[in-house]
Antibody
């Protein structure tokens, strides 16, 4: 069973860079897309972007100037960096894996989520 | 900026049927958007119910079904149960690998 686990600081200061890592266990990273999704307190979900195991990326246009997603298959990890954070970036951050079959893509496996608070 | 719209809330009686919709502020939803539906209970990560418009994810009860209803994607719960009380989100693929979550619908079973 594939499992994902987010890790990283739970508190980030305004204007700094938020950095999170997702560690994948129970399966290979090869041939899959790996994604970050966030959810502000009491709000809806926001797709931030994803990275293919080869390293190619696609980002949410509204975050594109601030977000970087990278992958390290040798460590079975992928990472999120979000620069110039503000209080509006306070959220639970989820990592997830896309699965694909003949019907399409969907986010099959999710981490438990990690709360990141932006505050001085 | 494209907004994917959902009803803010719905209430359904146990055993009843409810249809949630997923639309666009501009244009119609078609199968080419590959609508996906996720269920989220408080404090938990979302789980996939329906993908590719109408394919049920593994282990999802057949009381959940997906379709295109008019110019929107739709999720129907037939024979609602107490543990269906959750938030439901649709996601549309906007092309070029870009996905947009809907605003979410809170379903109450009472």
């Amino acid at each position: 069973q594939v499992q994902l686990q987010e890790s990283g600081p739970g508190l980030v200061k305004p204007s700094e860079t938020l950095s999170l890592t997702c560690t994948v266990s129970g399966g290979s990273m090869s041939s899959y897309y790996w994604s970050w999704i966030r959810q502000s307190p009491g709000k809806g979900l926001e797709w931030m972007g994803h990275v293919f195991y080869s390293g190619s990326t696609t980002y949410n246009p509204s975050l594109k100037s601030r977000v970087t997603i990278s992958v390290d298959t040798s460590k079975n990890q992928f990472s999120l960096k979000l620069s110039s954070v503000t209080a509006a970036d306070t959220a639970v951050y989820y990592c997830a894996r896309f699965t694909y079959d003949s019907s399409g893509y969907y986010l099959q496996y999710w981490g438990q989520g990690t709360l990141v608070t932006v505050s001085s | 900026q494209t907004v994917v719209t959902q009803e803010p809330s719905f209430s359904v009686s146990p055993g009843g049927t409810v249809t949630l919709t997923c639309g666009l502020t501009s244009g119609s939803v078609s199968p080419s958007y590959s609508p996906t539906w996720y269920q989220q209970t408080p404090g938990q990560a979302p789980r996939t119910l329906i993908y590719g418009t109408s394919t049920r994810s593994s282990g999802v009860p057949d009381r959940f079904s997906g379709s295109i209803f008019g110019n929107k994607a739709a999720l129907t719960i037939t024979g609602a149960q107490a543990d269906d009380e959750s938030d439901y989100y649709c996601v549309l693929h906007m092309g070029s690998g870009i996905y947009v979550f809907g605003t979410g619908t809170k379903v109450t079973v009472l």
